[in-house]
């Protein structure tokens, strides 16, 4: 069974640009969520979707949004991109049927913003 | 939400010796996930311990869970230079929102 799967792996962009970073999570798992990492302020939850839905949003300003498709696949975007949104972005997935479920990470976008 | 809070920060150890790790929370859980991440790599998951549970095992790892106290702890037994990593603890208050702490840097020498 294939893992989280996150696209692309590494990417440099330049400030004020936009970026869309993409997710296939764990085959069956409809629950999608993405965090940001980065030195200073660790791992932080960005958001959750279910079923096409957002069910859960961190504490993040609107330029930080996302999406899922039909296929639980999931999508970020950051807009208007800032030095520090550079960090690691990772995905995760479970069943997320009920609280409680493992949830598996994949191994994470490298943003850099030059 | 709260995170979870490791302590120690940093462990460096011989090869052959355990390595213990704490987490603290402040408010009550669903579960408690522990997590390792190799440098520049994505988390890997550990083990998960129900908040109706008190010690999970898997492998050579031993995972305690006291809620009265709000803490978690994560032994490695007889580790080895490829538990090198970082750990983390992540409290899932629901809904799959996981709070993480700032993790534990382990470092085990050959």
């Known amino acids: 069974k294939a893992g989280v799967t996150q696209t692309p792996r590494y990417l440099i962009k330049t400030r004020g640009q936009q970026v869309t970073l993409s997710c296939s999570p764990i085959?069956?798992?409809?629950?999608v969520s993405w965090y940001q990492q980065t030195p200073g302020q660790g791992l932080q939850f960005l958001f959750e979707?279910?079923?096409?839905?957002?069910?859960n949003k961190g504490n993040f300003p609107g330029r930080f949004s996302g999406r899922q498709f039909s296929n639980s696949r999931s999508e970020m975007n950051v807009s208007t991109l800032e030095l520090g949104d550079s960090a690691l972005y990772l995905c995760?997935?479970?069943?997320?049927?009920?609280?409680?479920?493992?949830?598996?990470f994949g191994e994470g976008s490298w943003l850099t913003v030059v | 939400s709260q995170q979870g809070e490791e302590d120690p920060q940093a462990l460096s150890i011989q090869e052959g010796e355990n390595a213990t790790m704490n987490c603290s929370y402040k408010?009550?859980?669903?579960?408690l996930q522990w997590y390792r991440q190799n440098s520049g790599r994505g988390l890997v998951h550990l083990i998960l311990i129900r908040s109706n549970e008190r010690e999970k095992h898997s492998g050579r790892l031993r995972v305690t869970l006291d809620t009265s106290k709000k803490s978690s702890s994560l032994l490695i037994t007889a580790s080895r230079a490829a538990d090198t990593a970082s750990y983390f603890c992540?409290?899932?208050?629901?809904?799959?929102?996981?709070?993480f702490g700032k993790g534990n840097q382990v470092v085990v020498i050959p």
């Open positions: 408010t009550s859980i669903n579960n």
């Open positions: 995760a997935s479970s069943t997320g049927e009920s609280s409680g479920n493992t949830i598996y």
């Open positions: 992540a409290t899932d208050h629901g809904n799959n929102r996981l709070a």
């Open positions: 085959s069956g798992h409809r629950s």
């Open positions: 979707y279910f079923s096409e839905t957002q069910r």
